[in-house]
Nanobody, 127 residues
Framework: QAQLVESGGGLVPAGSSLKLSCAASGRSFGSYAMAWFRQAPGKEREFVAAISRSGSTYYADSVKGRFTVSRDNAKNTVYLQMNSLRPEDTAVYYC?????????????????????WGQGTQVTVSS
């Protein structure tokens, strides 16, 4: 099991950038699929981005071209660079992990496939 701690959230105006970090404890970080999900008030949790153990990346259509997910296995950390932020990006952002690999892209977009979750970090984008 991996312990996950997110950081980097905050309150920013529309059009700004933020970079979220998720630090993982434990060994074998390089074997984990890592993902970002978010949940806005009154809405269900939704997939944002994921990166496989091999470095393949996956994005929700709503963030494609604006957000970039990356990982640094030497630092046991996954990042989410968020550019051109919009008020609709306001949510609590959660980091998730699963020690697995799948060749199916849909696997990475489903929250039920992850068994390690962080506590979340708030991102608020003002209009």
């Amino acid at each position: 099991q991996a312990q996950l701690v997110e950081s980097g959230g905050g309150l920013v105006p529309a059009g700004s950038s933020l970079k979220l970090s998720c630090a993982a404890s434990g060994r074998s970080f390089g074997s984990y699929a890592m993902a970002w999900f978010r949940q806005a008030p009154g809405k269900e949790r939704e997939f944002v981005a994921a990166i496989s153990r091999s470095g393949s990346t996956y994005y929700a259509d709503s963030v494609k071209g604006r957000f970039t997910v990356s990982r640094d296995n030497a630092k046991n950390t996954v990042y989410l660079q968020m550019n051109s932020l919009r008020p609709e990006d306001t949510a609590v952002y959660y980091c998730a992990a699963k020690n697995t690999y799948s060749s199916y892209s849909n696997y990475y977009t489903r929250g039920v496939n992850y068994d390690n979750w962080g506590q979340g970090t708030q991102v608020t984008v003002s209009s």
